[in-house]
């Protein structure tokens, strides 16, 4: 069996259950899981099947109607992209949190205002940036990096805020590591 062709009643059956699912107040997730299941595809692949033939639906509702396919209740978010910036400034926040000590998904958590869809959407979006876009990832460790900013490289490479400070304390001259310990027992 081709995994790439959808049956249409394998496609009627996919929408049943989603439409069951949504009514149920179950996840689609649920829904793709048992149409994987049952047709031997990937959940991702039934996923990307299910909203490729739900915009399909959307911009020709007539292939729906003919296919005897209910189509009505597939309302999903508009996906919206990210901008660079926005892009940017996540990469900075959760560079500059981490080098606080504060995990990645707890730093997404606070972004997200506890939003637990955006905090997806973000973590989603962070990790795609390490894996895909490491130029960038790596522009922006170097900004915090010049402005003397607290992070973590995530890319380990031993740039880490107790190696700066190290550095830090060992040039400076002995009236300003006096200052600088100064500074800090009034902190602590």
């Not at 009627?12 to 793709?32: H, P, Y």
């Not at 999903?76 to 926005?86: G, K, L, M, Y």
């Not at 981490?98 to 973590?123: C, H, M, Y």
Request: charged letters at 30%; hydrophobic letters at 35%.
């Amino acid at each position: 069996m081709n995994n790439n062709i959808w049956t249409v009643e394998q496609t009627k059956e996919l929408f049943l259950r989603c439409n069951e699912a949504r009514k149920t107040g179950k996840s689609l997730s649920a829904a793709f899981r048992d149409i994987a299941n049952r047709t031997g595809r990937s959940v991702n692949s039934v996923r990307n099947y299910y909203y490729g033939q739900t915009k399909t639906f959307e911009l020709v509702p007539e292939i729906a109607v003919k296919l005897g396919i209910k189509v009505g209740d597939t309302a999903r978010d508009r996906f919206v992209p990210f901008s660079q910036a926005e892009t940017d400034e996540l990469i900075r926040n959760v560079l500059i949190a981490k080098g606080r000590g504060i995990s990645v998904r707890k730093a997404i958590l606070e972004l997200s205002g506890g939003d637990s869809k955006k905090a997806l959407r973000l973590q989603n979006k962070y990790r795609s940036c390490l894996r895909s876009h490491r130029d960038r990832v790596e522009s922006i460790v170097d900004e915090l990096k010049e402005k003397h900013m607290p992070y973590v490289n995530p890319y380990g490479d031993g740039t880490d805020n107790f190696s700066r400070l190290t550095e830090y304390i060992a040039s400076l001259d002995e009236r300003g590591a006096h200052k600088f310990l100064s500074l800090i027992e009034k902190l602590t």
